[in-house]
């Protein structure tokens, strides 16, 4: 029995294209139908469940707080609409509706600690999981964030350092066929997993070092909210590498479409969410 893999929406978002994609390339990004309304890119919030044949049940990123209004700040507000994510979309209920809770997992990974991909971290406070985070988010996250500063929350990570933690150090394999990748530049320590599954082939879940399935372009799609530019370049390249030597699919941060390589090049192929849906 090989790795198994579904992925969790938990709820979605307007936001300002621009904000993700950068306007000034030249170039317009590629969205499909209900993805823009009214001018406005309709942003999901993505986690997904990996099953491993040795390591259990392991999350990938955990959505956005059930009570983002008491938390978020009113400039962040300003930029997205959070009104649809209410408690029924965040991933407490969305695990209930799959039976599942928080001590049914093994390892959380999460591939940064903006707020609106570990919101729901805290849930897993006492549920004995190992919390996977690279080692410079961490670092960052400790030493520059006091409550709420830059798209990150305190309140949704500070118990990792009394939890079981797991921090990673450059591009690690943390159980057969699955690897965490280092991917800096939206955050200091953004990370992807790798996997291998056995028909699907190799599956890239790329976390905001990607937000879309076009953001490879040519040419790539940079985002005014990554924090280092050139970190971030070098990690969309290792990306483009990694996909094309292996014909991965894509899952980026923030689009339901994936990108998906067949002999190197890349296309777009729609991400199944539906109760059911299993990539084997």
């Known amino acids: 029995m090989g790795i198994k893999l579904y992925g969790l929406q938990l709820g ?5 294209m621009a904000a993700l994609f950068n306007p000034s390339l030249g170039r317009e990004p590629q969205r499909f139908e209900g993805d823009v309304v009214d001018g406005m890119y309709q ?3 993505l986690s ?58 093994s390892h959380v990974i999460q591939g940064h600690l903006h707020a609106d991909h ?4 805290r849930l897993f406070e006492d549920a004995g999981a190992t919390i996977v985070v690279h080692e410079n988010e961490w670092r960052h996250v400790v030493t520059n964030v006091a409550d709420a500063d830059d798209f990150f929350i305190r309140a949704d990570w500070n118990f990792v350092s009394r939890a079981p933690q797991m921090l990673m150090y450059g591009d690690q394999e943390i159980a057969k066929d699955l690897w965490c990748i280092s991917l800096p530049g939206h955050t200091p ?17 790329t976390s905001d070092a990607m937000f879309f399935h076009d953001t490879l372009g040519p040419p790539p799609a940079n985002s005014p909210i990554d924090m280092d530019t050139e970190a971030w370049d070098n990690s969309i390249d290792k ?15 923030h689009d339901t479409t994936g990108a998906q390589f067949v002999d190197g090049v890349r296309g777009a192929k729609r991400i199944e969410y539906a109760l059911g849906s299993v990539y084997e």
Do not use: K, S
């Open 118 to 121: 570990a919101g729901g971290l």
């Open 189 to 205: 320590g953004t990370m992807g997993i790798l996997a291998r599954l056995d028909q699907t082939g190799w599956v890239l879940l």
């Open 12 to 16: 979605t978002f307007p936001m300002p």
């Open 48 to 105: 997904y469940v990996i099953e491993h044949p040795d390591a259990g049940l392991i999350l990938f990123e955990t959505g956005i707080a059930p009570n983002w209004a008491e938390e978020w700040l009113p400039d962040w507000l300003q930029m997205l609409n959070l009104d649809a994510v209410t408690p029924e979309v965040c991933l407490e209920a969305v695990l209930q509706q799959r039976g599942l809770g928080p001590e049914d997992f």
């Open 43 to 45: 942003c999901p919030a």
């Open 239 to 253: 990306i483009a590498r990694l996909a094309a030597d292996r014909d991965a699919f894509l899952l980026p941060g």
